[in-house]
């Protein structure tokens, strides 16, 4: 029961921490209050509290990841939980951007990361979220990935000359 319960929590995640973590396109998500994000973030950290300890481990959230990667493939559905598909693998970014080099998170945490993503979202801080909004929020994101990817693929400027020594 408690394997069904992470999975089930991990596809509401897939669906739901796109919104806390701006990964969607913003297209079909109805508007989400700020206490609707941190309602949601604290309901998506139980449920992958795999022990109920109020920490989640990198492991336990690997674990969950990998029970609903197993769940989808197991009914032939591809929402970007692996590698492949539309999302190339969202919620392992999501589990990579909330853990970063962390090995566990504390409720609190997860939660203030969520809230902070929240916040960075509702762009005319009015405490909700709309698609509009969200649009914005990734059009900015892709913007600024062109512009990283283009200067990557600049050439490296020239080294400037040595000064002339003086005498």
Same mark, same amino acid.
């Given at each position: 029961?408690?394997?069904?319960?992470?999975?089930?929590?991990?596809?509401?995640?897939?669906?739901?921490? &796109?919104?806390?973590?701006?990964? &969607? /396109?913003?297209?079909?998500?109805?508007? +989400?209050?700020?206490?609707?994000?941190?309602?949601? $973030?604290?309901?998506?950290?139980?449920?992958?509290?795999?022990?109920?300890?109020?920490?989640?481990?990198?492991?336990?959230?690997? #674990?969950?990841? $990998?029970?609903?990667? @197993?769940?989808?493939?197991?009914? =032939?559905?591809?929402?970007?939980? &692996?590698?492949?598909?539309? =999302? =190339?693998?969202?919620?392992?970014?999501?589990?990579?951007?909330?853990?970063?080099?962390?090995? &566990?998170?504390? #409720?609190?945490?997860?939660?203030?990361?969520?809230?902070?993503?929240?916040? @960075?979202?509702?762009?005319?801080?009015?405490?909700?979220?709309?698609?509009?909004?969200?649009? +914005?929020?990734?059009?900015?994101?892709?913007?600024?990935?062109? $512009? %990283?990817?283009? %200067? /990557?693929?600049? !050439?490296? *400027?020239? !080294?400037? *000359?040595? *000064? @002339? !020594?003086?005498?």
């Amino acid at each position: 029961m408690n394997k069904f319960l992470i999975t089930m929590a991990l596809g509401a995640a897939a669906v739901s921490a &796109s919104a806390v973590a701006q990964q &969607s /396109s913003g297209h079909g998500q109805r508007d +989400q209050t700020r206490a609707e994000a941190q309602q949601r $973030a604290g309901m998506i950290f139980q449920m992958a509290d795999a022990n109920h300890d109020g920490v989640v481990t990198r492991a336990e959230a690997d #674990q969950a990841l $990998a029970q609903f990667q @197993a769940m989808r493939a197991g009914n =032939g559905g591809n929402d970007g939980a &692996s590698g492949g598909g539309h =999302g =190339g693998g969202r919620m392992q970014r999501i589990i990579d951007q909330a853990f970063g080099s962390a090995q &566990s998170l504390t #409720q609190a945490q997860f939660q203030a990361q969520a809230l902070a993503q929240f916040d @960075a979202a509702d762009l005319n801080h009015d405490g909700t979220v709309t698609a509009a909004e969200r649009e +914005q929020v990734r059009a900015a994101r892709q913007a600024a990935r062109a $512009a %990283a990817a283009t %200067a /990557s693929q600049a !050439p490296a *400027p020239a !080294p400037a *000359p040595a *000064p @002339a !020594p003086q005498q």
